[in-house]
């Protein structure tokens, strides 16, 4: 009796020991099965920023009941664009969804040769050229977003909020535009309500381009040190742009107790250990923006026109709603007003001028 139970403890165990199956991929080739697939930029699916949130808008379609199958594959060498993307159109995806600014010329090159499955790239503004002629094309749309307009409204806010004057950026590398335009959106903010209020704010934006596209956005140790150094300057907001980097100088900001401000989503649900400093996020939502475009595709209305233009914004101050006066929510509500009619304008160029 004592082997029996034995041999029945040792099943037991065995069967908690083998791993639950998962859910098989459906044959994507058939048309009654719309299947999505996502390429990340450099960088994890879980990056608590842009690939995440990305995701995040490839699941809500699935949630939705627009997309039967998804799934992603992580880019950790920039040299697999196009074999990542490829994996997802070999198979026979219907949609396939990239992430970034550098993937632009690998979605472009793929949806000239995959002309039946639709592609959405994310911040990868193009334009009829001598290398891109055919654009627009069909079966290829670009998320995009004015960036310099979030940038512009924590840069404000920072500054109405600094008590000395002093607020920094730390951000991915500036040869991507949209990194760019947050950093010298943020910049033009902060002038703004300088002009306004009379006040000379010193604005100090850094960008992480002394290094390789694979390191310039996960880098948080970089974004951590940058950070504190302008901490220990006097700067007492900082803003985090770029993906882990830019985490990184959240999280020092925070534990420094001093203003941090997100980006691209509300941080303040995606970085916990800093919701207790976090003042607001500039906002550049992809969830929504992104679960559209793939209900549009769905129902046979892609989006002509090469461009999906997504929101501008900023997050609520959360924790930090009791240190924002009544006076500079009205403010924060006017800017964005004026920026969303025109009559405010950031006067920051689409890319950075040559230098």
């Not at 699941?59 to 992580?74: L, P």
């Not at 026979?92 to 949806?111: C, K, M, P, R």
């Not at 006066?325 to 025109?342: H, R, Y």
């Amino acid at each position: 009796m004592k082997k029996l139970y034995l041999v029945i403890a040792v099943l037991v165990m065995a069967a908690m020991l083998v791993p639950a199956c998962t859910p098989t991929a459906p044959d994507c080739t058939k048309p009654e099965v719309f299947c999505v697939g996502l390429v990340t930029d450099v960088g994890k699916v879980d990056d608590k920023s842009f690939n995440q949130t990305a995701w995040e808008g490839v699941q809500q379609a699935k949630t939705d009941g627009v997309a039967n199958w998804v799934q992603y594959i992580e880019t950790t060498d920039a040299k697999d664009y196009d074999k990542n993307i490829a994996t997802f159109a070999d198979a026979g995806y219907d949609e396939i969804v990239t992430v970034g600014f550098n993937l632009t010329e690998s979605t472009y090159t793929a949806a000239k040769k995959y002309t039946s499955i639709m592609f959405v790239g994310i911040d990868q503004f193009l334009s009829a050229d001598a290398t891109h002629p055919e654009w627009p094309l069909a079966n290829l749309v670009s998320i995009s977003y004015n960036e310099d307009q979030s940038g512009f409204l924590v840069g404000a806010l920072a500054s109405m909020m600094s008590a000395s004057h002093k607020i920094g950026a730390v951000c991915g590398t500036d040869a991507v535009p949209p990194v760019w335009r947050y950093g010298e959106g943020y910049r033009a903010g902060a002038a703004y309500e300088d002009a306004k209020n009379g006040t000379t704010t010193e604005v100090s934006v850094v960008y992480h381009s002394d290094v390789g596209f694979d390191k310039t956005f996960t880098d948080p140790t970089w974004g951590a040190d940058t950070a504190n150094s302008m901490i220990d300057k006097g700067a007492d907001a900082i803003f985090g742009c770029g993906g882990k980097t830019g985490n990184g100088a959240v999280d020092a900001a925070a534990q420094r107790s001093v203003y941090a401000i997100g980006v691209d989503t509300d941080q303040y649900f995606t970085l916990p250990e800093a919701d207790a400093w976090l003042l607001t996020s500039a906002m550049k939502p992809e969830t929504a923006p992104v679960a559209a475009v793939i209900k549009l595709t769905k129902d046979g209305t892609f989006p002509t026109g090469g461009i999906y233009m997504g929101p501008s914004g900023y997050a609520p101050y959360h924790d930090q709603a009791s240190k924002v006066s009544a006076t500079i929510d009205t403010e924060m509500k006017a800017i964005l007003a004026g920026l969303l009619d025109g009559s405010i304008k950031t006067n920051v160029p689409p890319v950075k001028p040559a230098q």
